[in-house]
């Protein structure tokens, strides 16, 4: 039977909490690299008619519209459903049942 060598020992970088260092893709380049949903961001902006953004500074859009409170009319029947279930469960429950 053969014996089996050691595991090899962790790597300085690993053992430094240097991990950042061995990326496969450096930090300039990710930040330079455009996520894909910037196309629709600058078509929404153009159509908005938004400034064009300055890395200096943070634009805030906000816009709160009132849509009601409380449940919907079918989510009120399914949550009175779960609750009447659950009663029944209760009472299975308090009456010996398994």
């Keep these: 039977m053969a014996s089996r060598s050691p ?3 962790p790597s300085a970088a ?3 909490g ?3 260092e061995s990326r496969a893709t ?3 380049s990710a930040r330079s690299a455009k996520p894909a949903h910037t196309w629709r961001s600058e078509q929404a902006r153009i159509h908005a008619g938004l ?8 634009l805030v859009v906000g816009r709160w519209d009132y849509l ?3 449940y919907s009319p079918s989510a ?6 779960v609750w ?3 009663e029944l469960e209760r009472q299975f429950i308090a009456e010996g049942g398994c």
């Design 76 to 81: 009120a029947l399914l949550v009175v459903g």
């Design 68 to 70: 009601g409170s409380g």
């Design 26 to 28: 450096p930090p300039s």
């Design 7 to 9: 595991p090899p020992p």
């Design 84 to 86: 009447h279930r659950k």
């Design 18 to 20: 240097q991990e950042s």
């Design 51 to 58: 400034p064009e953004p300055d890395p200096k500074t943070t």
């Design 14 to 16: 690993s053992s430094t």
